[in-house]
């Protein structure tokens, strides 16, 4: 197991000069030491990708040991299971002859919001085309695959009988443990930017759970209705009565969710300047037949111009570009094109950083087809405004993934003993008003 704490292409932690069982403990301190100060830094904001709401636990009662996804699949499994239905093998063939689109092609096997934004394309095109019988017949057909991947996306997103069983419970801890120990920032410094891809609701379930207030960019009582003029506001308790004195509590973060979420619906006909609406109780059999964005935008880097894409983007764009910010980035691939060029531009501010939890990886290496991911490209740049902290995969789970990012780099400022102890008093409190 080889821990890595890179600055540019300096690894600080020197682990090629170190025993095993050197690197288990020893190398993990530098790392938390670092984060004691990325927390005290005055503008912070962490980027969710996919890889924090996938989580797996092993099968029971079977001679192998077999793991079972009960979190969010990132893209690779959905496509390849999507693409294995027997409700979608009747369109492979269609696809690959009109529309030379092929399944196996890197670009659609392992990323079906590849697939699904090629598949607006072609709507959009037909759509606005001459008609004539056998041209509505394909629009028809077209529409109906994406009718197929959507509601494929919505049953896997909205996890329904992991968590109607409980079996996501581990994954909700971690999002938990994570966002209560962002709470221990200094309460002086301006709250933190969460920033996601993901269409889930974990992290809104953590904080709901944990009494923590968010903006998400949207307003209302029983009706709530995206309103991006939200996030230039912050919740404060006045400290004086008899002056203006104001202070932003402490429990408080901004959320934005950059690619949609699997809540929001296109509401027509409502008298409001934004149709985006928020609903509380999302269920399959509620949104199957809705308008809801918890697939990618079609033509993602075009239609991210539209509300409320363009509004979270120029919020990121925002955020980015302020002096001395820092930006987490946890289970993201950079495998988007539209918010790498944002976090790309933001290196034009020399006291921009960026803290990458990930591995940078070459594949066959040193063979013709060398393929190296997008981190290793970040990490060829040798910028010591980059930081990439995580540990060589060989079987377990590496140190950057989200679980064991939260239980073993991020700080824990607080006491833990006491908040488990006052949320023991105020549960036993509820079973005595019964």
Same mark, same amino acid.
């Given at each position: 197991?080889?821990?890595?704490?890179?600055?540019?292409?300096?690894?600080?932690?020197?682990?090629?000069?170190?025993?095993?069982?050197?690197?288990?403990?020893?190398?993990?301190?530098?790392?938390?030491?670092?984060?004691?100060?990325?927390?005290?830094?005055?503008? $912070? *904001?962490? !980027?969710?990708?996919?890889?924090?709401?996938?989580?797996?636990? +092993? @099968?029971? =009662?079977?001679? &192998? %040991?077999?793991?079972?996804?009960?979190?969010?699949?990132?893209?690779?499994?959905?496509?390849?299971?999507?693409?294995?239905?027997?409700?979608?093998?009747?369109?492979?063939?269609?696809?690959?002859?009109?529309?030379?689109?092929?399944?196996?092609?890197?670009?659609?096997?392992?990323?079906?919001?590849?697939? $699904? *934004?090629? !598949?607006?394309?072609?709507?959009?095109?037909?759509?606005?085309? +001459? @008609?004539? =019988?056998?041209? &509505? %017949?394909?629009?028809?057909?077209?529409?109906?695959?994406?009718?197929?991947?959507?509601?494929?996306?919505?049953?896997?997103?909205?996890?329904?009988?992991?968590?109607?069983?409980?079996?996501?419970?581990?994954?909700?801890?971690?999002?938990?443990?994570?966002?209560?120990?962002?709470?221990?920032?200094?309460?002086?410094?301006?709250?933190?930017?969460?920033?996601?891809?993901?269409?889930?609701?974990?992290?809104?379930?953590?904080?709901?759970?944990?009494?923590?207030?968010?903006?998400?960019?949207?307003?209302?009582?029983?009706?709530?209705?995206?309103?991006?003029?939200?996030?230039?506001?912050?919740?404060?308790?006045?400290?004086?009565?008899?002056?203006?004195?104001?202070?932003?509590?402490?429990?408080?973060?901004?959320?934005?969710?950059?690619?949609?979420?699997?809540?929001?619906?296109?509401?027509?006909?409502?008298?409001?300047?934004?149709?985006?609406?928020?609903?509380?109780?999302?269920?399959?059999?509620?949104?199957?037949?809705?308008?809801?964005?918890?697939?990618?935008?079609?033509?993602?880097?075009?239609?991210?111009?539209?509300?409320?894409?363009?509004?979270?983007?120029?919020?990121?764009?925002?955020?980015?570009?302020?002096?001395?910010?820092?930006?987490?980035?946890?289970?993201?691939?950079?495998?988007?094109?539209?918010?790498?060029?944002?976090?790309?531009?933001?290196?034009?501010?020399?006291?921009?950083?960026?803290?990458?939890?990930?591995?940078?990886?070459?594949?066959?290496?040193?063979?013709?087809?060398?393929?190296?991911?997008?981190?290793?490209?970040?990490?060829?740049?040798?910028?010591?405004?980059?930081?990439?902290?995580?540990?060589?995969?060989?079987?377990?789970?590496?140190?950057?993934?989200?679980?064991?990012?939260?239980?073993?780099?991020?700080?824990?400022?607080?006491?833990?003993?006491?908040?488990?102890?006052?949320?023991?008093?105020?549960?036993?409190?509820?079973?005595?008003?019964?």
């Amino acid at each position: 197991m080889n821990i890595f704490f890179y600055k540019g292409k300096e690894n600080i932690l020197d682990t090629e000069r170190k025993s095993v069982a050197e690197n288990n403990n020893s190398d993990i301190k530098p790392i938390q030491d670092a984060f004691l100060k990325v927390l005290d830094n005055k503008n $912070l *904001s962490f !980027l969710l990708g996919s890889g924090c709401s996938s989580f797996e636990i +092993e @099968k029971e =009662e079977t001679e &192998e %040991k077999e793991c079972i996804q009960v979190g969010i699949p990132v893209m690779r499994p959905l496509a390849e299971e999507f693409y294995t239905l027997d409700i979608f093998s009747k369109y492979k063939r269609w696809l690959k002859l009109f529309f030379k689109i092929n399944l196996e092609e890197d670009n659609f096997k392992t990323n079906l919001e590849t697939f $699904l *934004s090629t !598949l607006h394309s072609l709507s959009f095109y037909y759509s606005n085309s +001459e @008609k004539n =019988e056998l041209w &509505e %017949k394909t629009e028809k057909r077209i529409n109906d695959v994406i009718k197929e991947t959507r509601n494929f996306l919505l049953k896997k997103i909205l996890n329904e009988d992991n968590i109607q069983n409980q079996l996501d419970k581990p994954l909700l801890d971690i999002y938990k443990q994570f966002y209560r120990k962002l709470l221990s920032r200094n309460s002086t410094l301006p709250r933190l930017n969460i920033f996601t891809t993901n269409y889930d609701l974990y992290s809104e379930k953590a904080m709901d759970l944990l009494g923590i207030h968010y903006v998400n960019g949207f307003t209302g009582g029983i009706s709530k209705f995206f309103n991006p003029t939200i996030f230039n506001y912050a919740l404060s308790e006045k400290m004086d009565l008899s002056q203006s004195k104001w202070s932003v509590i402490d429990n408080f973060f901004y959320l934005y969710k950059i690619h949609g979420s699997v809540n929001w619906i296109e509401s027509v006909g409502e008298n409001k300047l934004f149709k985006v609406k928020e609903i509380q109780e999302p269920t399959f059999d509620t949104l199957k037949d809705e308008a809801t964005m918890i697939y990618p935008t079609p033509l993602k880097y075009n239609a991210s111009f539209g509300s409320p894409y363009s509004d979270l983007f120029r919020e990121f764009q925002r955020k980015l570009m302020i002096n001395n910010n820092i930006l987490v980035t946890i289970g993201y691939s950079f495998s988007d094109e539209h918010i790498n060029n944002l976090i790309f531009q933001a290196f034009t501010i020399p006291s921009f950083r960026l803290i990458i939890i990930g591995e940078p990886i070459i594949k066959n290496q040193g063979q013709e087809n060398e393929e190296k991911n997008n981190i290793y490209k970040l990490f060829e740049l040798n910028d010591p405004r980059i930081w990439i902290i995580g540990e060589k995969q060989d079987g377990k789970q590496p140190l950057h993934f989200f679980e064991r990012f939260v239980n073993e780099i991020l700080p824990d400022l607080t006491n833990e003993d006491l908040d488990k102890k006052m949320e023991t008093t105020i549960n036993n409190l509820k079973n005595l008003l019964k």
